[in-house]
């Protein structure tokens, strides 16, 4: 696989799916990868979890996790490695 070294790449919530999410219901966005100001990180995420949860935060129902809204990075838990650090 390329690995993409200045880039920066995102799912996004497209829109809420009906039923089962469909790939519609996302996008794939890229952009230029920022410089970390003082005090952050930059991290390469190497595994995403893609947990059940996260169908009921597509949704706009009540849960006990927050919602995604539409035009909104999908979340995760990820395992990362450090690429830049400005942070002490």
């Not at 890229?30 to 979890?49: I, K, N």
């Not at 849960?63 to 490695?81: D, F, H, K, L, N």
Request: hydrophobic share 35%.
């Amino acid at each position: 696989m390329k690995q993409h070294t200045n880039r920066n790449r995102r799912w996004v919530l497209a829109s809420r799916p009906h039923g089962a999410p469909q790939m519609d219901n996302f996008r794939l966005e890229e952009d230029a990868v920022a410089t970390p100001g003082e005090g952050q990180v930059l991290l390469r995420t190497v595994f995403l979890s893609l947990d059940p949860y996260m169908r009921g935060r597509m949704s706009d129902e009540p849960s006990y996790a927050p919602p995604i809204e539409p035009g909104c990075v999908m979340v995760g838990g990820t395992v990362s490695r450090v690429v830049a650090s400005n942070h002490p």
